[in-house]
């Protein structure tokens, strides 16, 4: 019992002197901060441009079966591409975060369309008040 209990302990040690591999936090980096429709920027901001990302995505097969639809919108990485693609619209405005980010999506009898849109905004330079 007692060389049970001492091998216990020392892979409790073992297992916990190791990080984990997979990453428990889902954030992606994106080249602009984003700010979805319920979020604002804790920084004042001045709007620089309206963007938006559309298409369509061909139906997979597990959303569709005997002509009728059983599920529909678009995956969690169709959603990051999309987003990818409006930052790098936003950064190449020179803006520093995309805000008020809705996504909206429509299905057809073959496809899944999708509308991102965001505001592409720069931050305003924050003024010195301590200085005289």
């Known amino acids: 019992m007692r060389k049970g209990l001492l091998s216990l302990l020392c892979l409790a040690g073992l297992v916990s002197c190791f990080q984990p591999v997979v990453y428990l936090r889902n954030k992606r980096n994106y080249p602009v901060d984003v700010f979805y429709d319920n979020q604002r920027p804790d920084?004042?901001?001045?709007?620089?441009?309206?963007?938006?990302?559309?298409?369509?995505?061909?139906?997979?097969?597990?959303?569709?079966?005997?002509?009728?639809?059983?599920?529909?919108?678009?995956?969690?990485?169709q959603k990051d591409l999309m987003l990818a693609r409006l930052t790098m619209q936003a950064k190449k405005l020179g803006a520093d975060a995309l805000v008020d980010v809705k996504y909206t999506y429509y299905t057809s009898i073959t496809d899944n369309g999708y509308i991102m849109k965001g505001l592409a905004v720069k931050y305003k330079r924050e003024v010195d008040t301590t200085q005289k």
């Not at 995505?57 to 597990?62: D, I």
Request: no cysteine; proline share 9%; charged share 40%.
């Open 43 to 77: 920084r004042p901001f001045e709007p620089l441009q309206d963007l938006e990302v559309k298409g369509e995505v061909p139906l997979k097969n597990h959303q569709s079966a005997d002509r009728r639809m059983i599920d529909r919108g678009n995956d969690m990485e």
